[in-house]
């Protein structure tokens, strides 16, 4: 059986129509419907720049894998900020920045790889202004943990054995350490820049009432615990969200 | 967010059981990865890093061994840090392979740079080496955290106080 050879120059012609496409209505003005239509677009797009990665991976072409896997993880990452704009407009703001977030990941991979480190870089940069300007600062958390060790993302043998190297990309695919075993959590903290920007302090409370940290309005009123004085908050502290890259 | 403004500071370290000092220092390695701490019950737990810098090591021709070598636990804080495993050194290993300390740091910041690419003035990263100038002299523990890019400047403080003969 033959393996047809990616045609990279063609899908990156798909990506960049469908990226512009995207882009040109990635703004709070523009139809929340006509953003959620660009999303279903760039979703299609993504399948078919996939199927090309894995084509190139099956003919030993990993620069073109990782290419397309830069165009893939760019794809995702538009889409990304567009579910964010929408997800504003339909009053859904926790949803609204775990979409931003994932286009932040998203884009930060694409920075790593060489063929697409200047968009991943500029696009970056967008995410940053959106950031800082859409959302109020808030203030993360951090889960410490301890494991016995995990599998290999790209080989799926023991990750401490095989030679694979955490963080790198293998014909299009990132390395990490999956299915972690024996996991035990030992204590929460907060933070000023974590791992995942997904972990966060949710609800506080003026004692009296708790409080959305992004709507700033009251969503309930305080129960006693019996837990005496001192701060209370609402916390996001761990996520399972999957590492951008690591499935094919 | 910030820059990181690195900050090296070297202290004499007790906190390590006499018997890991021994196996250390006996181990045939250039470089001993150990523990970066011990939880309750004064069982190790590793880096999480620590797996990966095995391999980086190994890739880069250095022979590095882990130690206690079973029962490993590891470590994940899920702060951007990177933190690395201890690293382990005594003054016969520095002395028989001068530059394996200056060839891991340079291996560790490579690697760390790729990985946090466009992120690397917000990553911290914390790497202490404990310094084994012989029994009756103390260790010594280098403590560096801060930008990646002054990684590089550990190995001449590393090697000071392996030369220093203060007890």
């Known amino acids: ?248 | 967010m910030e820059t990181i403004e690195p900050s090296i500071e070297v202290v004499a370290d007790d906190t390590l059981p006499s018997a890991l000092i021994t196996a250390a220092s006996n181990s045939s390695a250039s470089i001993v990865l150990l523990p970066v701490r011990y939880d309750e019950n004064g069982s190790p737990q590793f880096a999480g890093a620590t797996p990966t810098v095995e391999k980086l090591l190994r890739e880069a021709g250095l022979v590095s061994e882990t130690l206690p070598a079973e029962g490993a636990r590891f470590r994940e804080d899920r702060g951007i840090d990177w933190v690395a495993p201890t690293l382990f050194v005594t003054f016969a290993m520095y002395s028989s392979n001068p530059n394996a300390v200056a060839l891991a740091l340079n291996v560790l910041g490579s690697y760390i740079h790729e990985f946090f690419r466009g992120r690397e003035k917000t990553t911290s990263v914390k790497l202490d080496v404990l310094c084994f100038r012989g029994f009756g002299l103390g260790l010594r523990r280098v403590k560096y955290k801060g930008p990646v890019e002054g990684l590089k400047n550990l190995d001449k403080t590393v090697k000071e106080t392996m030369e220093s003969r203060d007890d």
């Open chain 1, 1 to 248: 059986m033959t393996t047809e050879v990616a045609n990279i120059e063609a899908i990156a012609k798909l990506y960049n129509e469908a990226g512009a496409s995207g882009q040109r209505v990635a703004f709070l003005q523009c139809d929340a419907s006509l953003q959620q239509a660009e999303v279903e677009n760039l979703e299609r797009v993504e399948a078919a720049i996939r199927e090309a990665k894995l084509q190139a991976r099956a003919t030993q072409d990993e620069r073109g894998a990782n290419l397309l896997l830069g165009l893939q993880v760019l794809t995702r990452a538009i889409a990304d900020e567009l579910r964010m704009w929408v997800a504003l407009k339909e009053q859904r703001p926790h949803d609204a920045w775990a979409a931003l977030v994932s286009a932040q990941e998203h884009a930060d991979l694409a920075v790593r790889i060489p063929d697409t480190a200047s968009s991943g870089t500029g696009y970056r940069s967008r995410l940053e202004v959106l950031d800082h300007t859409l959302f109020p600062v808030l203030q993360f958390t951090s889960t410490g943990l301890t494991h016995a060790g995990g599998t290999c993302s790209i080989c799926g043998t023991s990750f401490r054995s095989c030679r694979h190297v955490e963080g790198r990309i293998y014909f299009g695919q990132v390395c990490a350490e999956v299915a972690l075993q024996n996991v035990s959590v030992d204590h929460g903290a907060l933070v000023d820049a974590p791992r995942d920007k997904r972990c966060y302090v949710s609800e506080y409370t003026d004692g009296d009432m708790w409080y959305d940290v992004m709507t700033r309005l009251p969503t309930g009123p305080v129960e006693p615990d019996g837990q005496g004085d001192g701060h209370r908050f609402k916390c996001i502290m761990l996520t399972t969200n999957a590492i951008p890259g690591v499935t094919l």
